[in-house]
Every structure is written in C-alpha cells, then in structure tokens.
C-alpha cells in the first residue's frame, strides 16, 4: 500500500512537473520578440542561444545563403560588437511555427526594408527567409 501511494506521488509529481515545462517553452512569436530585443542590445551570447545548431538562412524562397551556428557568428558576432544595426518591427504575424516580420534594419546608418520569415521549433529558431527590398 505505502509503495502504491509512494508511485502514485511519483506520478503526479512528474506529471505537474512536465505540465510546467509544456507551459515554461516560449512560443515561436516569443522567441522572435526576443530576439529583437536581444538584437538591438547588441547581447550576441544570449542572441545566439536562441537559435539551433543547424539553422538555415536562405533567401526567400530557397537561395541558401548559409547553415549553422557558426554562419549566424560569422554574420552577427562582428555587427553587435561595433554595434552598428539596431531592428525595427513594422508589423508581425504568427502562423503556427512561423513568425513573418516586416522589418527595417539599420546598419551603419542605412536602411534596408525586409520581410523575414522564421521557423521556431522547441523554442529555437530552425531558419529564416529574408525578402530584402532592392
């Protein structure tokens, strides 16, 4: 009887435990605001966390501009160190995994206009389809 109620305690306890787990994960619209945010702090070490070990950046539709971390350090690690862009978000909408931004970077001074397309999976961007405006 004590061993049943002992695993019958076990069970509720990891199942209230995973249930805030579930709850804990950022949405794919959350990890998106926040990279914004942690994008224009120039914070690249939490930046950079927010995104898999095997993103792929692509231009849109499929143009593959690159794969892996090491492609997202390459491009972002030198721009938040002089802190040269800052981002700003015209307007945003969610569709499941997808977060679509309408967005104005600024680099150095120069604006550029895109629509950015993100795939979040477990809290993590997977890729991104930047729509530059020429």
Same mark, same amino acid.
Do not use: C, W
């Given at each position: 009887?004590?061993?049943?109620? @002992?695993?019958?305690?076990?069970?509720?306890? *990891? #199942?209230i435990?995973?249930?805030?787990?579930?709850?804990?994960?950022?949405?794919?619209?959350?990890?998106?605001?926040?990279?914004?945010k @942690?994008?224009?702090?120039?914070?690249?070490?939490?930046?950079?966390? @927010?995104?898999?070990?095997?993103?792929?950046?692509?231009?849109?539709?499929?143009?593959?501009?690159?794969?892996?971390?090491? #492609?997202i *350090?390459?491009?972002?690690?030198?721009?938040?160190?002089?802190?040269s862009?800052s981002?700003?978000?015209? #307007?945003?909408?969610?569709?499941?995994?997808h977060?679509? #931004?309408?967005?104005?970077?600024?680099?150095?001074?120069?604006?550029?206009?895109?629509?950015?397309i993100y795939q979040?999976?477990?809290?993590?961007?997977?890729?991104?389809?930047?729509?530059?405006?020429?």
């Amino acid at each position: 009887m004590k061993l049943r109620l @002992l695993l019958l305690s076990m069970l509720v306890f *990891i #199942n209230i435990a995973f249930g805030q787990d579930e709850k804990a994960q950022k949405s794919p619209l959350e990890v998106v605001n926040k990279r914004m945010k @942690l994008y224009n702090q120039h914070d690249f070490d939490q930046f950079i966390k @927010l995104y898999a070990k095997d993103v792929k950046v692509y231009t849109y539709p499929d143009k593959l501009l690159g794969d892996g971390i090491e #492609n997202i *350090i390459s491009i972002f690690k030198p721009k938040f160190e002089t802190k040269s862009i800052s981002v700003k978000i015209i #307007n945003q909408i969610e569709n499941g995994s997808h977060v679509v #931004n309408h967005e104005i970077v600024t680099e150095n001074g120069l604006l550029t206009k895109y629509v950015s397309i993100y795939q979040v999976e477990n809290g993590l961007i997977k890729s991104v389809r930047f729509v530059r405006d020429n």
